[in-house]
């Protein structure tokens, strides 16, 4: 006649618990390791390619031109880039001279979005003094304008009076990891554009 079946003991339920509790401890320790190492979130990366100027007018000291603007923004995440309440505004003598919204959006895992913002800037007076003459030379062009803008300048070539504006781009969004975890990502940049106040080229920009 078989003997009956004993109860399993408290020790085993208690050595049962300690083994799943170690093992559950590991997994979220691969997990963590895993997300920050592989997947950690990244802030996307914005870089201009052009600054133009499709129309300018200067009138009674008083300047009026269209801006556009070409960016390219890399998501380097391994998780889709959602991004809103995004701005470009633009300044002059530190005081805000345009402004407008960048359209929500997605960007791909590692893939790369081109941008264009055009839009027409308000009248706005000069300076009291426009800044002096420049000479364009290879000072100028070291001094880290170019970038996208105009090329071509050669040693001794002078422009009349100049005016700098600065244009600053602000994106914010999220990035959902592993469809579980949600990071904010934010990033921002910023450009200071030369511009020739007789005929409103873009004689270069850094950012």
Do not use: W
């Amino acid at each position: 006649m078989s003997k009956p079946h004993r109860p399993p003991s408290g020790r085993t339920n208690l050595a049962s618990c300690i083994v799943a509790t170690i093992f559950l401890i590991f997994l979220v320790i691969i997990i963590l390791i895993v997300f920050f190492t592989v997947f950690k979130p990244k802030d996307p990366k914005i870089s201009v390619n052009s600054v133009q100027l499709p129309s300018f007018s200067v009138s009674n000291n008083t300047v009026n031109f269209t801006f556009s603007q070409y960016v390219s923004v890399k998501n380097p995440n391994r998780a889709v880039f959602s991004h809103f309440d995004s701005t470009l505004q633009l300044l002059y003598s530190g005081s805000q001279i345009g402004f407008m919204f960048i359209p929500a959006g997605k960007i791909d895992a590692g893939r790369t979005q081109y941008m264009a913002a055009t839009f027409a800037v308000e009248s706005f007076p000069l300076s009291a003094s426009p800044d002096a003459v420049v000479n364009v030379g290879p000072a100028f062009n070291d001094g880290g304008f170019g970038g996208g803008g105009q090329t071509g300048f050669n040693n001794g070539y002078r422009v009349g009076p100049t005016m700098e504006i600065e244009s600053r781009i602000h994106m914010a969004g999220r990035v959902r990891v592993l469809h579980i975890f949600t990071h904010h990502l934010e990033t921002k940049v910023g450009c200071r554009v030369v511009i020739a106040v007789s005929d409103g080229s873009v004689l270069g920009f850094h950012c």
